[in-house]
C-alpha cells in the first residue's frame, strides 16, 4: 500500500511539472500616429512569445481629438479577428485619456461621455480573443469617419491574459522517480495476483 501511495504521488509531481503556466503579460505603444481627417490609421504591437488567451484589455493612455463621435475605434488580432470598441460615442466631447475596454467593466463605452477616462465595457466583446494564440502583430485601428475634425495618437497598450501552452520538462530526477513508482506499482500487482 506505501508504494502505491508513493507511486501516486511520484506521479502527481510529474504532472504537475507539465501543467502549462498563466502569466498576465503588458504590452504597450508610445509612438504618436496622427489622426488625420477621415482617414484611417494603424497602430501595433507585436507579441513574440505563445500565450493561449483567456482574457484581453485595452488601454488608450492618451487619444487626443476635438470631436470623439468622428471616431471608429477597433483592436484586430494577429489572426485577424476584430473586436469593435468604440463606434462613434462621445458625441462633441474630446479625447481618451486613460481609457480602459474591459468586458467586465461596469459602464458601457455607449452609456458614457466624453472626455473618456476610466474603464468601460467596449460596444464589442474583447472575449471573442479568448482561445486564440497571441503571438504577432495586434493592431489599433482609428478611424476618423466625418470631416473637419482630427487628432493624434499618442500611445496605447494590451493586457493579455492567459496560459503558456509550453511545457515545463521535467529534471530526469523526477523521471526516474516516476519509473521507480510505477514498476514498485507493478511489483505490488504482481504479488497479488
Known amino acids: 500500500m506505501n508504494i502505491q501511495r508513493l507511486a501516486l504521488a511520484a506521479v502527481t509531481a510529474a504532472t504537475a511539472a507539465f501543467s502549462a503556466q498563466a502569466a498576465v503579460v503588458t504590452l504597450s505603444n508610445s509612438t504618436p500616429v496622427t489622426v488625420c481627417d477621415m482617414c484611417v490609421v494603424n497602430s501595433t504591437i507585436t ?18 481629438h476635438t470631436w470623439d463621435s468622428d471616431l ?11 473586436v469593435m470598441l468604440s463606434n462613434r460615442r462621445g458625441a462633441s466631447g474630446e479625447n ?20 473618456f477616462t476610466g474603464s468601460f465595457r467596449p460596444d464589442a466583446l474583447l472575449s471573442a480573443f479568448d482561445g486564440q494564440d497571441a503571438f504577432g502583430t495586434w493592431t489599433l485601428r482609428v478611424s ?17 491574459s492567459g496560459v ?5 520538462v521535467p529534471e530526469p530526477a523526477s523521471l526516474a ?10 511489483l505490488a500487482r504482481r504479488r497479488k495476483a
Open 96 to 115: 481618451y485619456i486613460n481609457t480602459v475596454f474591459d468586458d467586465e467593466a461596469t459602464q458601457s463605452i455607449a452609456a458614457a461621455r466624453a472626455p
Open 144 to 160: 476618423d469617419v466625418t470631416a473637419f475634425d482630427n487628432g493624434r495618437l499618442n500611445s496605447w497598450g494590451l493586457s493579455l
Open 164 to 168: 503558456s501552452p509550453t511545457q515545463n
Open 47 to 64: 507579441y513574440d512569445s505563445h500565450l493561449l488567451l483567456d482574457d484581453v484589455n485595452v488601454s488608450i493612455f492618451n487619444l487626443r
Open 72 to 82: 471608429v475605434i477597433q483592436l484586430i488580432s494577429p489572426t485577424g479577428t476584430q
Open 177 to 186: 522517480l516516476v519509473g521507480i513508482a510505477l514498476a514498485g506499482v507493478g
